[in-house]
């Protein structure tokens, strides 16, 4: 698998509005009932051709070693997979926070087993592609067709949801990150069954941020969460929670006017960075 010509892509993040922790499983996976939405903040991406052999990444994300990467694990499952060998160089620009609860690294992963897919004409459906997301994480098979989407299971049982307008978010990520692991060490087992399945202004009017299980044992873990909350009630957000597993915080506000006046209004006002982002009815990695 070697390219002929450079190609550009974009991955996207994802936003929970509500998380339920089923139960844990003897394999030690634990069963979900979420939601998953992407959201407009997305992490940039060019191939380019490499003579030798291998990969070779050049990424604004240091710390991770090359075979640790996810989306170098999905270069090697679909090497696996055809028996081939992937030459390339890439440049990966991280503008999605890590640990953050926004499913970046997830999408990456997702999106290089798409785009290799395509370029190379490996004929893998998107099904086949789900299946071997699977290996790379829970929220990786979502990533492979992202859109609105009801998740069970470990995450990889995937309903689309109800058609909804895009909604006007404002991503608060602190200075802290938290990682799945020690999420899922705190988290609660509610094992609540009815899911938020409609995404308009007037739900949000109601919506809590217990509606997210691991909210309740990390706020008490990390006070800055409430903190951050209550920042963002006060700048004007109709509702507010955190995604996923943290330790990212939303608000949804009335439009982007609004959206925009709070993020002027919050920036550089604390040890925090800010997003406006909108929720996304569908997204392709390639046109």
């Known amino acids: 698998m070697k390219l002929k010509n450079p190609v550009s892509f974009q991955t996207p993040a994802k936003v929970n509005f509500f998380l339920f922790i089923q139960r844990k499983r003897d394999d030690g996976y634990h069963e979900l009932l979420m939601d998953l939405v992407p959201i407009s903040l997305f992490d940039a991406f060019q191939l380019s051709p490499y003579q030798g052999s291998g990969i070779i990444l050049e990424s604004n994300l240091t710390n991770v070693p090359l075979e640790q990467n996810l989306l170098v694990k999905a270069i090697r499952i679909l090497e696996r997979e055809t028996g081939k060998t992937c030459s390339m ?32 004409q490996l004929g893998f459906s998107p099904d086949q592609l789900r299946k071997l997301a699977l290996e790379l994480g829970a929220d990786v098979p979502f990533f492979i067709e992202p859109q609105p989407m009801l998740a069970e299971g470990i995450g990889e049982k995937l309903s689309p949801l109800p058609a909804f307008e895009p909604l006007s978010l404002l991503l608060l990520s602190p200075n802290f990150p938290i990682s799945t692991g020690e999420a899922y060490q705190n988290c609660k087992l509610s094992g609540r069954t009815e899911a938020f399945q409609q995404h308009h202004l007037g739900a949000f009017e109601q919506h809590q941020p217990e509606l997210n299980d691991f909210w309740e044992p990390l706020s008490r873990k990390y006070p800055k969460l409430e903190i951050c909350c209550e920042e963002l009630r006060q700048a004007g957000a109709i509702s507010w929670g955190m995604s996923g597993s943290g330790s990212t915080l939303y608000g949804v506000f009335r439009g982007n006017q609004a959206r925009d006046r709070a993020y002027h209004g919050l920036k550089g006002k604390g040890d925090w960075e800010l997003f406006p982002v909108e929720t996304l009815t569908g997204f392709r990695y390639l046109d």
Request: proline fraction near 3%.
């Open 89 to 120: 160089k890439i440049q990966q620009v991280k503008n999605i926070p890590s640990g953050a609860g926004l499913g970046g690294g997830s999408g990456n992963a997702a999106g290089f087993l798409v785009v290799l897919n395509q370029l190379f």
